[in-house]
């Protein structure tokens, strides 16, 4: 089946820098990406929709400022956390979609990021 | 919005039968999926639904009724791996979205006792 792939698996950093996840799709091309946020025993949050060529489409409530999302090809999405902070440590997931298909959607193996 | 509600925590025993229950509320409904999650890691696709009847797979199937805003996850012949989270979704044509914007219940964390 198609594969998503995430990079980094783990980071940790310190509060006020900048951290950014890299989503890959690597035997498709993606038009659209999907990026969510997970916290501990909490379901995944919806952030934003990422489509190639032109802005990201974010949920209410997220910052666009904050979280940076850039997606510069068909096969590559990429989020960046924006002065860090330790309230954004969170379990970060991508996904694409096979559009001709049944409505399947891959997800990436997701990106802890630990703010200290 | 989206309203996703699913049980908080389910237990059975290995070779059973379990169901678990979503009900939504959603605007521009197209479509219901589930996923298996093991802690720290990603979701995996187990079955979509977009019209009612149900879906069989192996030993899981996914039943959905759109009139009632419901659907439910059958799993049968448990077995110890099956212990996860189960987390339903409803996508959302809102805001001319494609298919892929999910919106997820708070997942259901079903334990298989031996």
């Known amino acids: 089946g198609a594969v998503v792939s995430q990079h980094p698996s783990w980071v940790i950093c310190k509060s006020g820098t900048s951290v950014k996840i890299e989503c890959r799709s690597l035997?498709?091309?993606?038009?659209?990406m999907f990026w969510y946020r997970q916290f501990p025993k909490q379901s995944l949050m919806l952030m934003a929709t990422?489509?190639?060529?032109?802005?990201?489409?974010?949920e209410q409530g997220v910052e666009k400022d904050k979280f940076l999302i850039n997606h510069a090809s068909l096969t590559l999405s990429t989020l960046t956390v924006t002065s860090a902070h330790p309230e954004d440590s969170s379990f970060y997931i991508c996904?694409?979609?096979?559009?001709?298909?049944?409505?399947?959607?891959?997800f990436g193996e997701g990106s802890r990021l630990t703010v200290l | 919005g989206q309203n996703i509600d699913q049980p908080t925590e389910m237990t059975a025993t290995e070779g059973a039968i379990v169901q678990i229950n979503c009900t939504y509320q959603?605007?521009?409904?197209?479509?219901l999926f589930w996923y298996q999650q093991h802690a720290g890691e990603a979701p995996t696709f187990l079955s979509y639904n977009v019209l009612d009847g149900l879906e069989e797979k192996g030993r899981f199937s996914s039943f959905l009724s759109r009139s009632k805003g419901y659907s439910y996850l059958l799993l049968k012949e448990l077995q110890m791996k099956d212990s996860a989270s189960y987390l339903c979704?409803?996508?959302?044509?809102?805001?001319?979205?494609?298919?892929?914007?999910?919106?997820f219940g708070r997942g259901t964390q079903l334990t298989v006792w031996p």
């Open positions: 035997d498709f091309q993606a038009t659209t």
């Open positions: 996904s694409a979609s096979l559009l001709e298909g049944p409505g399947e959607l891959f």
């Open positions: 990422s489509n190639e060529g032109s802005k990201a489409t974010y």
């Open positions: 959603t605007s521009g409904f197209n479509g």
């Open positions: 979704a409803v996508t959302s044509a809102d805001r001319g979205s494609t298919l892929g914007r999910l919106y």
